[in-house]
């Protein structure tokens, strides 16, 4: 089968797995968001019942506005319990009808809520407060700061009497706490307080009424006394001009005791309305159990439904491993030949032709490995004509240049010996004739060195003899011999150089870089204001040596090309200065073999400079 059927089969596997685990999901997503719902729902009942209870108390304190609120929360519980019993939207989701099996559960909380929405309604209804009651607080609150004013006015009146009426003054500052608290426990029974404050009121009133009787000399006949411990004691008569206002205490005290006696024994709240509030806070615990029971039970219900989902997806998801697994492994079966076409195209790449991939399926991959078969062969047999044909092109070259090199070194001796007048004297144009005849012997044996030394590059048998050497000597050394050359054009080499730098290098082949170099420049520049330097620059593991002149510069769009074989940047058949456009490349591969590396910058018009590198230490490089 093809590999673009396979392809689109184990596609269509995939997309079909992902449709159905998607639909699996989406359902599952919103069933489960469904009964999270549902069950939140279940949950506002409690909340409800709750805000019920609290709005109650908070009309048995006198709030009456809150009639509204418990009117509201008794439809808000009646429509989310109707809502879970039929299902349907509330509040803007979705709500799943209570299950069958939870019914007995939900009606259970049905019944208990009817007991409790009574009372609430009842309690929205009612009067809340015992007028009676309340007239009796009312009173006592507006009387409480007449007793006491009229308390402290006795107290102020048995001031001046002398120590026989010190008791008759304890008694009286006994009333006057007595007539605070009473104020103050009246005021916290109007606000709800009852309990413990009705008996510190009853308390307060009998010990108040036998003060009073007691500095009045009126015989204590009430039965309560016996309760608070309290004696008749016998006290003497206060005179006349010092009992005026207890006097008026008298009828005041008569008037509020009655008011006091009356609320100890009626509630603030009026029968019917304490009788619904009581009956409300007992069955909100019941209705709350029934609530919670019916909550749990759902839950328990959800987490066993969710248990079998589980499983479901768990089944699922290892259908969709196996799935996923055959998948891969159709898809590296039919793609693992790929593996074996990128090793052989490395291999090809690496140079390494005629290697045959052993696959032969039939597929777009089967047809990929015979082409690229039938390419390494057909390269395997090109590379070795190439082979041939470059080898014989080497021999060629070097019987060439070996059989120009022979004839012209004795050209070059005998024009010496000529020019010597050693076999007999020369006119002057007869010496012009054999200088042209030196040189041109020079410059050819100079060509035929250069293509000899490329070509020793190109086939990485140049030999490099290394040795720690003084860089700043071999220098000198090439400056020396460059020296007439510069003079004769009235041009200025010199170097920088201060102290001695020692590297790891072969310096006759440094000297020939550097004379390369060098040769370039005195062509760059203008006779009488040609300006090269030499630096050196030590580095931590190398050092560059620079070569600097102010010549007329190289072209931004030349400086990469300057370091290829037979590369002139004046290419016109009219240039002044020749050159075979191999001394940058020789100057490159030597630089290289070395383990340097070499560069150069330049500005027209303003100068060029040449550098490279030679390490310190043992860095060898092949050359390019």
Not at 9 to 29: C, D, E, F, Q, R
Not at 335 to 364: C, H, M, Q, V
Not at 589 to 605: N, Y
Not at 608 to 624: A, G
């Amino acid at each position: 089968m093809k590999i673009v059927l396979k392809t689109y089969l184990m596609l269509a596997v995939i997309i079909g797995v992902s449709a159905a685990n998607l639909y699996l999901l989406v359902s599952t997503s919103e069933e489960n968001q469904s009964v999270l719902h549902s069950i939140s729902d279940a949950n506002e009942l409690k909340v409800i019942t709750e805000r019920i209870a609290g709005t109650a108390n908070s009309i048995a304190s006198g709030n009456e506005n809150d009639r509204a609120t418990l009117a509201t929360e008794i439809s808000d519980f009646e429509i989310t319990y109707a809502i879970l019993g039929s299902g349907g939207n509330h509040n803007g989701l979705n709500i799943m009808a209570v299950p069958d099996q939870l019914r007995p559960s939900y009606d259970d909380v049905g019944e208990k809520w009817k007991t409790y929405k009574s009372d609430a309604e009842l309690i929205k209804q009612e009067t809340v407060f015992n007028p009676q009651v309340k007239d009796a607080i009312t009173y006592i609150l507006g009387k409480n700061g007449d007793l006491i004013s009229l308390s402290n006015g006795v107290l102020n009146e048995l001031t001046p009497l002398d120590r026989n009426y010190n008791r008759h003054k304890e008694i009286a500052t006994e009333m006057v706490s007595l007539a605070k608290d009473i104020g103050e426990k009246t005021l916290l029974f109007s606000i709800g307080e009852g309990g413990n404050v009705t008996a510190s009121i009853k308390r307060d009133r009998v010990i108040f009424t036998a003060d009073l009787q007691k500095l009045e000399g009126i015989p204590l006949t009430n039965d309560e006394l016996n309760l608070y411990g309290i004696q008749q004691e016998t006290l003497q008569p206060i005179p006349r001009e010092n009992s005026d206002l207890l006097r008026q205490l008298d009828p005041l005290w008569e008037a509020v005791g009655s008011k006091l006696q009356f609320i100890e024994t009626n509630t603030l709240f009026s029968k019917a309305f304490g009788t619904s509030l009581t009956n409300l806070n007992n069955q909100r615990g019941m209705l709350l159990d029934s609530t919670t029971n019916f909550v749990n039970q759902w839950n328990n219900e959800v987490d066993a439904v969710l248990h079998d989902k589980v499983v479901t997806i768990q089944v699922l998801i290892i259908v969709d491993i196996v799935i996923f697994a055959i998948v891969i492994t159709t898809i590296r079966k039919s793609l693992g030949p790929l593996e074996l076409l990128t090793k052989a195209i490395s291999r090809i790449k690496e140079g390494f032709y005629g290697e045959r991939i052993s696959y032969s399926a039939n597929d777009e991959v089967g047809e990929l490995a015979s082409t690229i078969n039938s390419m390494s062969a057909t390269i395997q047999q090109k590379e070795s004509e190439a082979k041939k044909i470059e080898v014989a092109k080497d021999e060629f070259l070097a019987m060439v240049t070996h059989e120009l090199k022979t004839p012209l070194v004795p050209i070059q001796g005998y024009a010496d010996i000529l020019l010597g007048e050693h076999i007999g004297s020369l006119n002057k144009n007869q010496k012009e004739r054999l200088e042209i005849i030196r040189s041109s012997a020079k410059t050819l044996l100079q060509l035929i060195s250069d293509l000899l030394d490329a070509q020793k590059l190109e086939l990485g048998q140049l030999k490099i003899k290394k040795s720690n050497q003084n860089l700043k000597q071999t220098v000198e050394k090439t400056i020396l011999s460059m020296e007439p050359q510069a003079l004769s054009d009235k041009i200025s080499l010199t170097h920088n150089i201060q102290h001695d730098i020692y590297a790891l290098y072969d310096e006759d082949r440094i000297q020939q870089v550097l004379t390369n170099l060098i040769k370039n420049s005195i062509r760059a520049v203008s006779p009488k204001t040609g300006k090269i330097e030499i630096s050196l620059e030590e580095k931590p593991d190398e050092v560059i040596i620079s070569v600097k002149d102010n010549g007329k510069g190289v072209p931004k769009n030349a400086i990469n090309d300057l370091f290829k074989k037979f590369y002139q940047v004046d290419t016109s058949s009219t240039r002044e200065k020749g050159g075979s456009g191999l001394g940058l490349s020789i100057c490159k591969g030597i630089v290289e073999t070395h383990g340097g590396k070499i560069w150069a910058t330049s500005e027209p018009s303003k100068g060029s400079i040449f550098s490279f590198t030679i390490p310190k230490n043992e860095v060898t490089k092949s050359p390019i």
